[in-house]
């Protein structure tokens, strides 16, 4: 099961680090108990420590009734982001919590725009890796080539524009990473073959997803786009799991 593989102990767990830190610098005198139940499965590169710290974050702070600002409120789930994978990012968090396409600076302020309407295709193969966060990190290299980060940079500044613009086209074809994924590809079997078949099968841009070893694709025909993929990554005796899915524009919010 899944869930076996998520921390018990409070401070090494994403929403647990998020409410104990609550206790501890907001006047709580009580505890909690929290029950998380979500479809992020972990260790794929979804963002799942991080929509369990967001969701706590955000029942936190709606149960104490605390007045924070947008940048506290994105601190404090970044909070639980850090138990898990020893930084205090908040990339994902913020996403979670505002819905859409957010940029966080370092200070923790955040840029919000509405996504563009597109869809989205996660593949997810059946492979793990024991501390899976450590090992991408450590494929990363510790310079970086000008060219390498030139090119980065002009592709995320034609992705803000997509978005801004609105433009799912665009936004795909403003895929592309030269710095990350080209080392972390060691870590997914057959990737190369998977990123080429789902451009042959029509998609904008194609990548990983957060550290892997789950990859994602942009493109007008998601179901064509899941089968190559899924058909290349089974050349390699690696099956995996589908989902077709888009950007919300909502956010984290009490049901």
């Known amino acids: 099961m ?28 009580h505890g909690f108990h929290a029950c998380i139940d979500k479809g992020v499965p972990p260790g794929k590169g979804l963002g799942s420590s991080g929509a369990s710290a967001a969701a706590a974050a955000t029942a936190v702070v709606r149960l104490l009734g605390l007045d924070l600002s947008l940048r506290e409120f994105v601190k404090l789930a970044a909070v639980g982001e850090a138990a898990v994978s020893g930084s205090a990012h908040a990339d994902n968090v913020s996403a979670s919590i505002m819905g859409g396409f957010t940029m966080v600076g370092p200070d923790y302020s955040v840029i919000r725009l509405e996504p563009p309407e597109v869809e989205f295709v996660i593949v997810v193969p059946n ?28 592709n995320a500044s034609k992705m803000v524009a997509a978005v801004a613009l609105g433009d799912p086209t665009l936004f795909g074809r403003s895929i592309c990473d030269n710095i990350i994924e080209p080392h972390r590809a060691e870590m997914i079997p057959n990737f190369w073959e998977v990123k080429r078949a789902a451009f042959e ?45 888009r950007p919300s524009s909502t956010g984290a919010r009490v049901i």
Do not use: W
Request: proline share 6%; with cysteine; net charge negative.
């Open 2 to 29: 899944e869930a076996e593989k998520i921390p018990e102990n409070p401070l090494a767990n994403s929403a647990g680090a998020v409410l104990q830190h609550a206790m501890e610098h907001y006047g709580v005198d």
């Open 127 to 154: 492979i793990c890796y024991e501390n899976k966060t450590k090992l991408a990190r450590s494929l990363l290299p510790d310079m970086v080539g000008l060219g390498e980060a030139v090119l980065n940079i002009g």
């Open 201 to 245: 099968a029509g998609a904008y841009g194609c990548s990983i997803a957060g550290g892997g070893p789950s990859v994602f694709a942009v493109g007008a025909d998601p179901p064509r786009i899941g089968k190559a993929m899924t058909e290349a990554f089974e050349e390699a005796d690696v099956g995996c799991e589908v989902y077709f899915t």
